[in-house]
């Protein structure tokens, strides 16, 4: 059984940092792509930041800069480092995957709340 277990998670000020990690148990996903997504309060979830198996990243706009999305196939986790956190990044911060060859992401994590307070 697949599950992806986020933390790093909780309050700081704005400024500050966070290094949020998502350890991935029940199958290797080191082929795969493995992404970081958000919900904030009364909002849609949005993409974040993502990271092929060859290490390539994306970004969300808003975070370039900001937020650095890595990724230790060794062991089979995915690591979002958080710089200089504003408001509007407060939100619950998911992990997830996308298997090679899907069009969506398959496996999610539960969350991990992030708050930035101003």
């Known amino acids: 059984q697949v599950q992806l277990v986020e933390s790093g998670g909780g309050l700081v000020q704005a400024g500050g940092s966070l290094r949020l990690s998502c350890a991935a148990s029940g199958r290797t996903f080191s082929n795969h792509k493995m992404g970081w997504f958000r919900q904030a309060p009364g909002k849609e979830r949005e993409f974040v930041a993502a990271?092929?198996?060859?290490?390539?990243?994306d970004y969300e706009d808003s975070v370039k800069g900001r937020f650095t999305i890595s990724r230790d196939n060794a062991k089979n986790t995915v690591y979002l480092q958080m710089n200089s956190l504003k408001p509007e990044d407060t939100a619950v911060y998911y992990c997830?995957?996308?298997?090679?060859?899907?069009?969506?992401?398959?496996?999610w994590g539960q969350g991990t709340q992030v708050t930035v307070s101003s």
């Open positions: 990271i092929a198996w060859s290490g390539n990243a």
């Open positions: 997830a995957v996308r298997l090679s060859g899907d069009s969506v992401y398959r496996y």
